[in-house]
């Protein structure tokens, strides 16, 4: 590119953003690339962090820093950390945190039980800076418990993000209750831990009206609770991550980076959260970036810890199996990773922008990955989709050209 002339690239157009106007960055003077994409900064709704209190998994610098190189300009982090963000100056420990080391926009929610107990509600009047409330992680097993913590969220304005999963359900499942488990002999988390505690949460929307976003669903069940649930107008919205919709338990090994919760289910599952994707039942995907130490990943299926990584795999796996394959426009893929989190959370776009390369193709190598987790079930699938650049607030945040 000569010196004054404009970079040309490929706008996608989305509703109610002009993306060409990102295009008088400083910024973007280093890129010349015609066949590049610009696209509003991802924003994901469900990662961990794990600073205070779990900082040899991930901290707010490498978890920013692998949120950036993935696309993401914002963040919210959930709150089973060490103090739990249960009340002002336990939220203020990680804001501080957030303040001196975030390369991106992090909000932190606050728990809606002291120490994600389940025993006794957070203070929620004084965590004014919280985006919502969640305890993510564990359900609200009390329905007095999410009750009250549904009228005080709505109270304050608030969003209660629901980790839902009935513990008495489980068994000590660590899998899918299904083929896989059967045949390898493993314990199964049954369907209905799930959305179970979905219907239940549903019937106190309806009787608090609190704005209510559930987490991470996974079942055929919980797809066609919500859809009725949204047919009727209540004020609730639902994510699922990248893993749900690309991975089944066919795809199962015996190795701790396909263990997550909830689990991968079956493919009549897989099959009608891409449904649900495409007639809007679900608003986005997000990755819920659960890094954990290496050993603690390397004891099998059985005993490994939950959760995998996803911040810089999510975009390039997303396009390659759902847009590549016609399954959905590579603007509804935006939508669902930039366009309506930020809605729904009220986190605004501001000047963020990414920019990436959708004609390289790369092998997932977790060793060049910015995050301290490695542990990703997409480990050695090929993609097509190279982040270039991200700009957060106005500033280059990552450059890979």
């Not at 304005?157 to 980790?163: C, F, M, R, S």
């Not at 609770?225 to 893993?243: F, Q, S, Y």
């Not at 605004?348 to 990414?354: C, E, I």
Request: hydrophobic share 35%; with cysteine; glycine share 8%.
């Amino acid at each position: 590119m000569t010196g004054g002339q404009t970079p040309k690239f490929n706008i996608i157009a989305l509703p109610n953003f002009d993306l060409s106007a990102f295009l008088s960055s400083p910024c973007i003077s280093v890129l010349s690339a015609p066949e590049y994409v610009i696209f509003p900064g991802f924003c994901d709704v469900h990662v961990h962090f794990r600073e205070p209190g779990f900082s040899y998994k991930e901290t707010i610098k490498t978890g920013s820093n692998a949120a950036a190189r993935g696309g993401y300009t914002a963040v919210c982090t959930m709150p089973n950390l060490n103090p739990v963000p249960d009340c002002k100056d336990n939220l203020k420990l990680q804001l501080d945190i957030i303040d001196r080391d975030a390369s991106i926009n992090v909000y932190p929610l606050g728990s809606i039980t002291v120490s994600q107990m389940g025993e006794k509600l957070s203070d929620m009047e004084n965590m004014n800076d919280a985006i919502a409330f969640s305890d993510d992680g564990k359900g609200i097993q009390s329905e007095d418990m999410m009750r009250e913590a549904m009228l005080r969220a709505k109270n304050l304005g608030k969003i209660i993000v629901a980790h839902c999963e009935d513990n008495s359900l489980l068994f000590g499942g660590y899998i899918h209750k299904g083929s896989y488990a059967e045949k390898h002999s493993h314990k199964g988390i049954c369907s209905e831990s799930e959305w179970g505690q979905i219907a239940r949460d549903l019937d106190l929307v309806r009787e608090t009206g609190c704005a209510y976003h559930i987490c991470h669903i996974s079942t055929k069940e919980s797809v066609e609770l919500i859809r009725k649930a949204k047919e009727e107008g209540l004020n609730i919205t639902c994510e699922t991550a990248p893993h749900y919709l690309v991975l089944d338990e066919n795809d199962l090994e015996e190795n701790g980076r396909f263990k997550m919760n909830p689990p991968l289910r079956s493919s009549e599952d897989k099959k009608a959260l891409i449904e649900g994707v495409k007639d809007g039942t679900i608003d986005m995907i997000a990755t819920d970036h659960a890094p954990h130490s290496a050993e603690e990943k390397a004891r099998g299926l059985e005993k490994s810890a939950f959760g995998i990584v996803g911040l810089e795999t999510a975009f390039s796996v997303l396009y390659t199996h759902l847009v590549k394959k016609d399954i959905i426009s590579l603007e509804k893929l935006i939508e669902l990773l930039a366009i309506n989190p930020r809605k729904r959370f009220n986190i605004p776009l501001g000047n963020d922008f990414t920019v990436w390369d959708l004609n390289k193709s790369e092998t997932i190598d977790p060793n060049e990955f910015l995050s301290k987790g490695k542990a990703t079930p997409f480990e050695g699938m090929k993609v097509f989709g190279k982040c270039i650049l991200t700009v957060c607030g106005g500033k280059t945040i990552y450059k890979n050209i």
